[in-house]
């Protein structure tokens, strides 16, 4: 009996600066990431207004990132890369990674600031194959660190990259100033009672 071998498309990975997947690239993140994906960087920047809350411009926003990612390489020590996985002809994931350009930490370090894939091949691989080839880059160009950060209730993507070798390094906390203030009964360290 012979093996029946399927002619299926190669998976790849790359640096993307071909602006013509623009607009591929805005769907893939904005068809692709719930509100559980915000986490203290989008409230920070321009992506969410409020925990579980993107901002109404955020399909400008995304588009204005992914556009200046596509502009951005190495050769030009750029601090924003975009990275795409590809099934054949059709990208299918896609990573944005932020280098640290400050050189102030006693290690060199990255940051995966976005990991889309298409909901086709969540389980398939492809997302730990792309996180690893993104490692791999960073080894290969000096950097020594990479982070990432979670939203509080996206459980699936904290296990995911878990299971990745990322450890927890800190609890992200926020408190709205414009909100009344909580009064609570603590025992702290000072004597002083709420």
Sequence with gaps: MKNAQTNSPAISFAWCHDATVEDTLCKLYLDNVSADYISHSELQGERADAPGNWRADLPEVIRGE???????DWAHGDSTLLAVATLGEAIVGMALVSIDTRQRASKSFAALDDLVLLPSVRGSGIGSQLVEWVASELRDHGIA????????????????????????????????????????V???KDGDRG
Excluded at 66 to 72: D, E, N, P, T, V
């Design 66 to 72: 992914i556009r200046a990612a596509l502009s951005h």
């Design 145 to 184: 660190r990479l982070f990432l950060e979670c939203g509080a209730h996206n459980l699936t993507a904290q296990t995911f990259f878990q299971g990745r070798g990322f450890k927890q390094v800190s609890v992200v906390m926020l408190r709205e100033l414009d909100a009344p203030a909580v009064t609570a």
């Design 186 to 188: 603590v025992d702290d």
